[in-house]
């Protein structure tokens, strides 16, 4: 009986799906400093999908807030920039890139349970639609530069930006 029990749970296990994501990498990774009374934050990275098959983003989730969400800019009817959730997540297609960068798609923290420290990492967990996890540690480092720029870019944590430039 328990050879039995033995094999059946060895044969439903082999005939799994691969998980979606086995290629899935996060390079790049950074967050920004926030003072003592802010209420949300953001981090910046490289998405990368080095496997056979294409990966779908959900979620992701931190215990540094309440919430934590995909976001991406988005002009309004007025011309004015704001920041959305993508509801729908990211699609990361076999052998490619998606850049995570100020001023585009972005880990929004939102409710910060604690302020984000320079020099201090703060664990992020991407959520695929197949179930599966995955978590990296992402630094908070606030004197990173925008790559491509010799100059600081501010990124203020607000829901509703003007356009600057």
């Known amino acids: 009986m328990i050879r039995t029990l033995t094999l059946a749970a060895v044969a439903a296990t082999l005939s799994l799906p691969a998980l979606a994501c086995d290629g899935f990498e996060v390079h790049d990774s950074y967050a920004r400093a926030t003072g003592m009374m802010a209420q949300s934050g953001a981090a910046f990275m490289v998405l990368r999908n080095t496997g056979d098959a294409d990966c779908h983003i959900v979620a992701v989730h931190s215990d540094i807030a309440e919430r934590t969400?995909?976001?991406?800019?988005?002009?309004?009817?007025?011309?004015?920039?704001?920041?959305?959730?993508?509801?729908?997540?990211?699609?990361?297609?076999?052998?490619?890139?998606?850049?995570?960068?100020?001023g585009g798609d972005h880990v929004m923290f939102l409710g910060l349970s604690r302020p984000m420290a320079q020099g201090e990492p703060v664990e992020v967990t991407f959520?695929?639609?197949?179930?599966?996890?995955?978590?990296?540690?992402?630094a908070i480092d606030n004197e990173r530069q925008p790559e491509g720029h010799g100059h600081s870019q501010g990124h203020q944590h607000g829901h509703q930006h003007g356009t600057r430039n």
Do not use: C, K, W
């Open 127 to 138: 959520v695929f639609e197949d179930g599966a996890e995955h978590s990296v540690s992402v």
């Open 69 to 102: 969400e995909l976001h991406t800019h988005r002009e309004d009817e007025q011309g004015v920039m704001r920041m959305v959730e993508l509801e729908d997540g990211i699609d990361l297609p076999a052998g490619s890139d998606h850049p995570m960068a100020r």
